[in-house]
């Protein structure tokens, strides 16, 4: 049975990230972010990997009970916080760190009869991104009305979220930064503020905790760098194989639509990889692809399970040979991200599950 397409996913490289994170944050402890199933790079092997973070973070709490069902012990946050009071009283059973962004929430927090306190509650702030978060001229109320409910919860934290990181020198970075420090000041909390961009290029930030995601699988924030540029080293490397050859005359259209027209002939590949692998449609006529050591493009449409190249310039790629379609030095995830006219987040995450991963360690 053939293992093509899948991802080969390093945890040797994924523990030389977070290293690194270390090395851009000595002060810090570390929130290993491993939402979205880590990514796409899958979350049990990847949790188990970065066994030496001080804390996991996801986005839901459907998430956080995977991990803990699973048998990880490490403190983990919930960025969306928990919805009703059935779930504040779970969190407090199996320890999570829920962040409350909504004041709902925190009323849904104090009706709660719960049996033990969460161990730690982070209050999320509205610096200037405007998508989660409480006002800072609400948040002092909310800190003294828990810190008297020591029932409730043992300790409290200040988040925040960067809308700007990664563009380098924004003002608007400073203009959050200064809501943070303010309060920061006065309530004496531990803060978490900075992401993978903020860790890199803002220092300031760094605080008590550091939350790195896209960092950690080798990923570069920024549009300008890559992930090596900052001494990071790529975890999946996606792969598949050539299943096809076939020689085109001029005027033959390639794929649905006809957007390709050979104007010469030529000789044409088929890979086995598709939308429905998670291999973006938006790489039609614009992708590449790593063969017998050279870039090829990719030619028409993205198909669901097939995309096609152009192989004239590598007239010796044959049947069967194995193809990077992102990963490595030569064609990084950064490189397709830009030629599909979006971000390596999105092409990693969107990896779909019948995309097998296979564990290396270097």
């Not at 080969?8 to 994170?21: C, E, F, G, P, S």
């Not at 009305?145 to 020198?169: I, P, T, W, Y």
Request: glycine share 8%; with cysteine; hydrophobic share 40%.
């Amino acid at each position: 049975m053939s293992r093509y397409p899948f991802a080969r996913i390093d945890l040797a490289a994924l523990k030389h990230n977070l290293q690194q994170v270390r090395t851009y944050a000595p002060h810090s402890k570390v929130m290993s972010v491993i939402k979205a199933d880590a990514y796409g790079h899958g979350v049990i092997k990847i949790a188990e990997a970065l066994d030496q973070s001080d804390a996991f973070a996801v986005a839901r709490l459907k998430e956080a009970l995977q991990l803990r069902q699973h048998g990880f012990e490490q403190s983990i946050t919930i960025f969306e916080g928990v919805s009703s009071i059935e779930e504040w009283r779970l969190a407090a059973e199996l320890g999570f760190s829920p962040v409350l962004h909504q004041q709902q929430q925190l009323d849904m927090l104090l009706a709660a009869q719960i049996q033990q306190p969460l161990p730690f509650i982070w209050l999320m702030l509205e610096t200037g991104m405007h998508r989660l978060g409480l006002a800072d001229q609400s948040i002092q109320q909310i800190i003294d009305q828990l810190e008297q409910r020591k029932d409730l919860v043992e300790q409290l934290g200040l988040m925040s979220h960067f809308a700007n990181s990664d563009l380098l020198n924004d003002v608007r970075n400073q203009q959050q930064l200064a809501v943070m420090q303010k309060l920061a000041a006065s309530s004496g909390l531990a803060v978490c503020m900075a992401n993978s961009a903020a860790i890199v290029s803002l220092p300031e930030s760094h605080y008590d905790w550091v939350r790195p995601g896209l960092m950690l699988y080798g990923a570069s924030p920024f549009a300008d760098k890559s992930g090596a540029d900052l001494g990071l080293m790529p975890v999946m490397q996606m792969v598949s194989k050539l299943i096809a050859t076939q020689q085109l005359q001029p005027g033959d259209e390639v794929g649905y639509g006809g957007q390709w027209t050979a104007d010469r002939a030529m000789r044409m590949g088929v890979v086995s990889i598709g939308y429905g692998d998670g291999y973006s449609r938006h790489l039609s006529n614009t992708g590449e692809i790593f063969i017998r050591g050279q870039r090829v493009p990719v030619i028409g449409r993205v198909s669901m399970d097939t995309i096609c190249v152009n192989l004239q310039e590598c007239p010796q790629a044959q049947l069967d040979d194995e193809v990077i379609i992102w990963g490595n030095d030569v064609l990084p995830v950064e490189r397709l991200a830009e030629k599909a006219g979006t971000i390596p987040y999105e092409l990693l995450c969107c990896v779909t599950p019948r995309v097998n991963r296979e564990y290396k360690h270097g």
